[in-house]
């Protein structure tokens, strides 16, 4: 099953900095596992634009659509049998710790 998973900033990170992960480890292992299709990092929030459509007319803004303090950052797209792998992949990411990651199904086709 294909999973979109965000890395997100919080606001709230854990402050707790022992044992802390190397991204390229991560990387590397769920790349070596078939489990990390594809992922990035993700330019800044200032770099954003918001394209949309009302009435016909394009709505064209700089910056993220929702103003808050957590950001989208990055993404990955994983590979998993199930929900409960997904979770434990997103568990050893390093922003599991410092941000949050969201997780999310592809919707079948």
């Known amino acids: 099953m294909k999973y979109m998973m965000f890395v997100c900033t919080d606001a709230e990170p854990d ?3 022992t044992g802390s992960e ?3 480890k991560w990387v590397a292992d769920n790349d070596g ?3 990390r299709l594809d992922g990035n990092e993700l330019g800044p929030v200032s770099a954003a634009t918001t394209v949309r459509v009302r009435n016909g ?3 064209v803004s ?4 929702a103003e808050t303090r957590e950001v989208i950052v990055g993404y990955d797209i994983l590979e998993c049998a199930h929900l409960d792998e997904a979770i ?3 568990r050893a990411h390093p922003m599991a710790r410092y941000g949050r990651l969201e997780l999310r199904p592809f ?3």
Not at 62 to 65: A, K, M, Q, T
Request: net charge negative; charged share 35%.
């Open 15 to 17: 402050t707790d900095s």
């Open 22 to 24: 190397d991204i390229d």
């Open 33 to 35: 596992r078939g489990r």
């Open 57 to 59: 007319e394009l709505l």
């Open 62 to 65: 700089d910056g993220p659509f």
């Open 88 to 90: 434990e992949v997103a």
């Open 107 to 109: 919707a079948a086709q």
